[in-house]
DNA sequence: ATGACTGGAGTTTCCAGA
């Protein structure tokens, strides 16, 4: 079995001794990280070596930053969209070719307000997306992993109380209109494929409010896999057992599995 | 009715997160 997971944690610093648990605990062999809050020469390189894991990390100072670890070595890494120079979007999306997957670690921005210049360019990123895989994959030849923190929830299903959060941020019908234009490129939801009818499926929930024990949540984090790549899935799995622990992070690690 | 939590920067308070 492959195993492919993704995990915003929230500061990998802060997060140190989580990962290493999880790591052991689960063993994937590939791990979108996202906001990972570091420099590359803040990222704990050595400690994920030491658990036998190859690192991409793409980061800067105090916010975003995204990694993928493998315990294979990683090959092309690319960092930022090719075709762009936006600074932002080398903290936010990163790429490399594990078992012949080419295997994204995207963390889309959360938006801030909306209607907001930055929500305009949270839009503009995730339409940027899809260019950048129509540019350069076919999905019914390529084998294609889009990971991440997407912070959309694509349907009804995928958020506590869809009418409280209609025109939030998130939720907000123009983020699901492009992340649907993103998927119609040839993605398939890899958690929704196994699991297409099950409510209650998040992956973030709020800090306040007592949000988890409530489970008042969003499903927000993703892998998405191109046509070609789907017939591989054998199961997918969200796993909440690290928000649970202490001092977490906001989000539950995303799992898929394949026979490749 | 409102706030309610966390991490980081960098200063003792603010911003961003979602």
């Not at 209650?200 to 709020?206: L, N, S």
């Not at 591989?232 to 202490?246: M, T």
Request: contains cysteine.
């Amino acid at each position: 079995m492959f195993v492919v997971a993704t995990w915003n944690v929230n500061s990998v610093r802060m997060r140190l001794e989580h990962l290493k648990r999880w790591l052991k605990l689960r063993a994937p062999d590939v791990v979108c990280l996202q906001e990972t809050k570091a420099t590359d020469k803040e990222f704990p390189y050595s400690e994920m070596e030491a658990l036998g894991y190859y690192v991409a990390h793409a980061g800067g100072k105090g916010r975003n930053g995204v990694a993928i670890l493998a315990r294979e070595p990683l090959e092309d890494v690319l960092v930022g969209f090719p075709e762009t120079d936006d600074p932002e979007a080398r903290e936010r999306f990163l790429a490399a070719t594990v078992r012949g997957v080419r295997v994204h670690s995207v963390y889309i921005p959360n938006g801030g307000s909306v209607g907001s210049d930055y929500f305009l360019y949270k839009l503009e990123f995730i339409y940027r997306l899809r260019e950048y895989f129509e540019n350069h994959f076919d999905p019914d030849r390529d084998y294609v992993a889009l990971c991440g923190d997407f912070n959309v929830a694509p349907e009804e299903i995928d958020v506590y109380d869809p009418e409280l959060l209609a025109g939030q941020i998130c939720f907000h019908e123009r983020e699901r209109t492009a992340i649907k234009l993103l998927q119609e490129w040839g993605f398939v939801d890899a958690y929704r494929a196994v699991h297409p009818e099950e409510r209650g499926a998040y992956t973030w929930w709020d800090y306040q409010f007592g949000a988890f024990k409530a489970n008042r949540g969003m499903r927000i984090d993703h892998i998405w896999i191109s046509r070609a790549l789907a017939p591989k899935l054998k199961d997918a799995l969200i796993d909440r057992e690290p928000r649970g622990w202490e001092r977490p992070s906001d989000h539950a690690p995303v799992l898929a599995f394949f026979e490749l």
